[in-house]
Every structure is written in C-alpha cells, then in structure tokens.
C-alpha cells in the first residue's frame, strides 16, 4: 500500500507564508511526478503546481512567483512553500502522486486527505 499525507495547511493573514508537506510511504519503487492541487468552495479542484521526477517544474499561472514546489527524493517528500497568499488562495490542498509501487508491480495514482489553507484579509 502506498500512503500520502499531507501537512501544515493552517490560517494565515493575507500576506504571509506556509509550507506545506506531502510525506509518500509504503512499498515504493520510484516516486515520479507529484503535483499540489487546491479545490476551493464551490470550485472544481484544480493544478497548482507539479514536479518531476527529475525535478522541473509547471506552476499554475496564479502562484508563479509566490508558490515553490521541493522535493526530497531521500524522504519521498514534496514541499509546496507558498508566500505572498491572498485570500483567493483559501481552498483545501491535495496532494497527488505518480507512484511505482512494488507490489504488485505497477505505477498507480495516489491522492492525500487535504489539508485546509485558509487566508484571511
């Protein structure tokens, strides 16, 4: 089984700043490409950011420059620091993975519980 988890969402003033993590675990082969998504109230959920494998990158155009996707392929970890947040960014944040798993052999798609970010003006 291969398990996401999601991390530091939490309330913050316009302007300011969180990290948000995503821990893969279980019987991993290679983690490939890990996206952050964000659905907020009444919206369809949408791509905020995404990374590789090998480390490029793809941001939605309402975060570039405020919004930076990490990762650390020794911990199977992807970070999504977020600065500069407006409250159009309040929503709930996913996690998602392109995983290899080992058994059974096979890539599958991984999706995390959320984690709530709330801005406020």
């Known amino acids: 089984q291969v398990q996401l988890v999601e991390s530091g969402g939490g309330l913050v003033q316009a302007g300011g700043s969180l990290r948000l993590s995503c821990v893969v675990s279980?019987?991993?082969?290679?983690?490939?490409?890990v996206g952050w998504y964000r659905q907020a109230p009444g919206k369809q959920r949408e791509l905020v950011t995404q990374?590789?494998?090998?480390?490029?990158?793809h941001s939605a155009d309402s975060v570039k420059g405020r919004f930076t996707i990490s990762r650390d392929n020794a911990k199977n970890t992807v970070y999504l620091q977020m600065s500069s947040l407006k409250p159009e960014d309040t929503a709930v944040y996913y996690c998602?993975?392109?995983?290899?798993?080992?058994?059974?052999?096979?890539?599958?798609?991984?999706w995390g519980q959320g984690t709530l970010v709330t801005v406020s003006s």
């Open positions: 990374i590789t494998s090998d480390g490029d990158t």
């Open positions: 279980g019987s991993i082969v290679k983690l490939d490409t």
């Open positions: 998602n993975a392109n995983v290899l798993q080992s058994s059974p052999y096979m890539y599958r798609v991984v």
